[in-house]
């Protein structure tokens, strides 16, 4: 067995070991005597201890906590009442530590699957790949999509409606609506998370055929002014895919500003974001906006994870993050766009928010 090395000063120190265990007394005595420690006294509960205070005078004490006739708690309690002892370090050295620390790592395991749990049932709550599939099939768009949490669980979500037999503003029998909308709420975490949930269900819940983005947004706001707590509230964006009319009709909550674009642009054209938050005034109303969506454009919804992370004294910005799109507008993958994209934000620094993009493409 290699020796330890020796601590300078320790030579000279006084330990006094208090513990029942007689096995625990000569094995810390051995480790002590191992970093250079010779003058050891052993106590065996905290009467014996106190009893050899004022004889052994220690520097240090090594204590039990759990000892039969005086444990180490009230042995503590008494020596701390002493004016002579009230500043002596004491280390505690416990079976009652072992155990405290085996039921913390099994309530951080439980803890850590249950988060895991949680966080797949909320990525659950965004289309799937097939619904995905199914919705480019029938509408003629092509999304790609990223939501990567700031903790184990987050405040983002979003997801769309494909209606084939409604019929937007100027379309024609077969093409269907597709509605859009991307959520953020505030904070992130579980309770940002548990938000996520009640909005899932209030959409699940609501017919939206007919609805224009305003009115969706008016109602999803007036059923979560009822459930949020104070202070809580969300941005949105709705949007409706009007192929006919070769534009992206939505309204805004306060969301970030969408950015399309058309093939051979040299850069987005960012709309507008102006809106309320939702959860905050139950009779707020939102203005329709319109941009252009002809075939082959390309629309990109982003949450504010992606612009406000920090760039010397200030954050990326909406610009700033138009300027990073530009780069990569000629590529045709939407993966490889969604991917590009971040790993050039992750090189310009910590993204400390939940973080949902979306590249929804026309098919030409």
């Not at 052993?42 to 009467?47: L, P, R, V």
């Not at 951080?108 to 895991?116: G, H, K, Y």
């Not at 092509?142 to 209606?163: K, M, Q, Y």
């Not at 990109?300 to 700033?320: C, H």
Request: proline fraction near 6%; aromatic fraction near 4%; charged fraction near 25%.
């Amino acid at each position: 067995m290699n020796k330890l090395p020796e601590v300078p000063g320790l030579e000279t120190a006084r330990v006094l070991v208090v513990d029942d265990n007689r096995v625990n007394r000569h094995l810390l005595q051995a480790l002590l005597e191992r970093g250079g420690v010779t003058r050891i006294e052993m106590a065996e509960d905290g009467n014996d201890a106190l009893a050899r205070l004022d004889a052994f005078r220690p520097d240090l004490i090594l204590l039990d906590l759990m000892m039969p006739n005086l444990d180490g708690f009230e042995m503590c309690r008494r020596l701390r009442a002493l004016p002579a002892w009230k500043d002596l370090p004491v280390l505690v050295q416990s079976s009652l530590n072992r155990a405290l620390l085996h039921d913390l790592q099994c309530f951080r395991e439980r803890t850590e699957s249950e988060l895991s749990l949680a966080r797949k049932m909320q990525e659950r709550l965004m289309p799937s790949p097939e619904r995905l599939a199914e919705v480019e099939a029938a509408a003629g768009v092509g999304i790609a999509a990223h939501f990567a949490p700031s903790s184990e669980l987050g405040g983002d979500f979003w997801d769309l409606r494909h209606n084939a037999g409604e019929r937007g503003q100027g379309q024609g029998q077969g093409q269907g609506r597709t509605m859009l909308y991307m959520v953020d709420f505030s904070g992130h975490g579980v309770g940002a998370a548990l938000n996520t949930f009640r909005l899932h269900a209030i959409c699940q819940q609501m017919d939206m055929s007919g609805l224009t983005p305003g009115a969706l947004l008016s109602t999803v706001n007036r059923r979560l002014c009822a459930l949020l707590p104070n202070g809580q509230f969300a941005t949105m964006l709705a949007g409706v895919v009007e192929p006919a009319e070769n534009r992206f009709v939505y309204a805004s909550a306060g969301s970030t500003r969408p950015m399309v674009w058309a093939p051979g642009d040299a850069e987005p054209l960012l709309g507008d974001s102006a809106g309320l938050p939702l959860g905050l005034l139950a009779s707020a109303e939102y203005e329709e906006r319109s941009l252009p969506l002809p075939p082959g454009g390309r629309l990109f919804l982003y949450s504010d994870g992606a612009i406000e992370i920090p760039v010397g004294n200030d954050v990326l910005d909406e610009p700033g993050l138009a300027a990073l799109v530009a780069e990569r507008m000629d590529e045709t993958d939407g993966d490889r766009f969604l991917d590009g994209l971040l790993d050039r934000l992750r090189a310009i620094g910590p993204i400390d928010d939940d973080l949902t993009a979306l590249l929804l493409t026309r098919k030409g």
